[in-house]
């Protein structure tokens, strides 16, 4: 008999929620490689992730963005740290708790990263940059 893994419902959720983004990204990359330019596709696409220049006309890559991963090596980290620090996490505080723990570590990093990026070419003056 095989041991049984017990995820906790968020964690299980966010875990797909991974895999299914990082595969949808992975297809997409490939499926627009020919039709767009070499570097916007392996910077990402700007409805998956976030692309400073765009992405403030597609809002929710704030919240995605953080679980689309480029590479097997990320995505297993990513994996890893979310199977792991999910299952503790989603125990010790409760599904709600940890659902706004994982919305502000979403979203803080991404949004200010954003901001940043747009105050450099600003100050900067070179629109290249974004």
Not at 116 to 123: I, K, N, R, T
Request: aromatic letters at 16%; hydrophobic letters at 50%; glycine letters at 6%.
């Amino acid at each position: 008999m095989s041991p049984r893994i017990n995820i906790p419902p968020l964690t299980r959720g966010a875990l797909l929620f991974l895999l299914s983004l990082t595969l949808l990204n992975a297809a997409l990359r490939f499926r627009f490689a020919a039709s767009i330019a070499e570097d916007q596709v392996l910077g990402g696409l700007p409805f998956m992730t976030i692309v400073p220049k765009s992405s403030w006309k597609t809002p929710w890559v704030f919240i995605t963005a953080s679980l689309v991963e480029q590479n097997l090596f990320s995505l297993a980290a990513s994996g890893l740290t979310i199977f792991y620090g999910g299952r503790y996490l989603e125990r010790a505080w409760g599904s709600a708790e940890y659902a706004k723990f994982l919305f502000f570590i979403t979203m803080i990093p991404n949004t200010l990263t954003f901001v940043v990026y747009w105050m450099w070419a600003g100050v900067a003056g070179n629109k290249d940059r974004l």
